[in-house]
């Protein structure tokens, strides 16, 4: 039983470079969230996702960043155009189902280091 | 907004000493979940505290939810060098929510 998968594991981008992040959610899991993590600190929630739709993209910058969850395939975290303070962990997470309740399993991460 | 706080932000023990870490909203949360990340891994699910004054152990580790739902504390009793890591306590936005809001962690480092 797989767990929440996140490619690539790490990732060097130069500025003004595209990064694209991988998330396959648990099976089953039809919800997913994203997390920043800058060194030395907690996680700062970006975006909720399920199937096609995005739910609450509040912690998510308005600019250079988007994030989808298609029908078939995995959530996709896009920073456009990259600058050095993007440099973080990336982590999702998944849930089964929405609910005050529902326990989300996170992902390996992406390191992205921006030069 | 919402705030999550959590104290110490670092604690260093000698390996077999017991240690705490508490964690403090500024609202009242429906439930609070308790992570443990070890350095250079991914945040892994500990518990989740639901009622008020709950109390769960799991084998050295004893899970505390406060009266008010505002404050909860994770302690260790006889830490081992496998307990290195951080541990994060989370509570949802609002009730309802699914949004986490993180606690930024403690570090616990331990002298074998």
């Known amino acids: 039983n797989a767990g929440v998968m996140q490619n690539p594991r790490h990732l060097v981008r130069r500025r003004g470079q595209e990064a694209r992040l991988r998330c396959s959610p648990m099976?089953?899991?039809?919800?997913v969230y994203w997390y920043r993590q800058l060194p030395e600190e907690g996680l700062k929630f970006m975006v909720y996702?399920?199937?096609?739709?995005?739910?609450?993209e509040s912690g998510m910058p308005k600019e250079r960043f988007s994030a989808e969850f298609p029908k078939e395939g995995p959530s996709i975290l896009r920073i456009q155009q990259v600058v050095r303070g993007d440099s973080a962990a990336y982590f999702c997470?998944?849930?089964?189902?929405?609910?005050?309740?529902?326990?989300?399993?996170f992902g390996p991460g992406t390191r992205l280091l921006v030069l | 907004g919402q705030q999550v706080m959590q104290i110490p932000q670092y604690q260093h023990v000698q390996e077999g000493e017991d240690f705490t870490t508490y964690c403090n909203s500024s609202?009242?949360?429906?439930?609070i979940q308790w992570y443990k990340q070890r350095p250079g891994g991914h945040p892994v699910f500990l518990i989740q505290?639901?009622?008020?004054?709950e109390v769960k152990k799991q084998k050295r580790l004893t899970f505390q939810f406060g009266e008010a739902k505002k404050n909860s504390s994770l302690h260790i009793t006889a830490t081992q060098t496998t307990d290195v890591g951080t541990y994060f306590c989370?509570?949802?936005?609002?009730?309802?929510?699914?949004?986490?809001?993180f606690g930024q962690g403690t570090r616990l480092t331990i002298n074998p």
């Open positions: 099976k089953g899991h039809s919800h």
């Open positions: 505290l639901v009622k008020s004054g």
């Open positions: 989370a509570g949802p936005e609002f009730q309802g929510a699914q949004k986490l809001v």
């Open positions: 997470a998944s849930s089964l189902r929405w609910g005050r309740q529902e326990t989300q399993y």
């Open positions: 996702l399920q199937k096609e739709n995005i739910i609450d």
């Open positions: 609202t009242t949360l429906s439930n």
